[in-house]
């Protein structure tokens, strides 16, 4: 459903009991518009009285508006705050300095995570994708809204007399929304070209043309890598800088 609608789905690893299960469960997805989350959130239940699961898929939803509204689609669910939750389903050790622990394991496997720093949040960025070109979830949301916006915003063009300067005004309105993106950081590039190979005089007669388009989607930073180096240079002016 979310491919035929060009939406995006949050899947739990239903059922998944472990770390392992979870990448186990992984393997059974290849689509672009997904992406899978273990474990889920605890929040607690003003009508039991106790702890209740708070699935992670219903607050990635809620978050995914929230970041569209105040931030952008081209930022990813990764490592933003989530209210109204007071726990995990289920221990998950993570370290900021070393991707060697559990949430390292999960997201180099293709599976988002909950950790806890600073409150609870989603950690991981990657999507279900088979194709390393939409590896992230954010990748395959700007190619969605850059389709769904460059269609609607020609449909003025629809129908009218196919002239060249039908087609330069369609692709310098692809160029100008491209510009706007990147100038806005939702892209990193982009541009916009008629293809003379795809556009014979029988295609044209027929009624048809082809525009082309390409972009560079803003990859997420998914690993910071600091090298720290010690070094004496800093002293070599000491005297001068004690008599300035």
């Known amino acids: 459903m979310a491919q035929s609608l060009r939406g995006f789905a949050y899947l ?7 770390v392992e299960e979870a990448i186990a469960y992984r393997e059974n997805f290849s689509q672009r518009e997904g992406m899978l989350i273990w474990p889920d959130f605890i929040n607690f239940d003003t009508v039991l009285q106790a702890d209740a699961t708070a699935y992670a898929t219903a607050r990635a939803l809620g978050l995914r508006a929230k970041i569209d509204e105040q931030t952008g689609w081209h930022k990813t669910l990764s490592n933003v705050g989530v209210n109204g939750v007071t726990g995990l389903s289920a221990d998950v050790f993570w370290d900021l300095q070393d991707p060697a622990t559990d949430a390292g394991l999960l997201n180099q496997n293709d599976v988002t995570t909950l950790i806890r720093k600073d409150g609870f949040r989603f950690w991981g960025s990657r999507c279900l994708s088979d194709d390393p070109l939409f590896q992230f979830e954010n990748y395959t949301r700007t190619a969605q809204v850059l389709a ?15 002239n060249p300067s039908l087609a330069r005004d369609i692709i310098e309105g692809i160029r100008a929304k491209m510009r706007s993106l990147v100038n806005q950081g939702y892209l990193i590039g982009g541009d916009c070209w008629i293809d003379d190979s795809v556009n014979d005089k029988d295609t044209l007669k027929a009624g048809k043309l082809w525009i082309d388009y ?31």
């Open 12 to 18: 739990s690893a239903y059922g998944c009991k472990t």
């Open 214 to 244: 390409d972009y560079t989607p803003v990859p997420p930073l998914e690993n910071l890598m600091l090298r720290q180096r010690i070094t004496d240079r800093y002293l070599v002016d000491f005297t001068t800088r004690v008599s300035a």
């Open 148 to 162: 769904d916006t460059m269609a609607e915003a020609h449909m003025w063009a629809v129908d009218m007399p196919l």
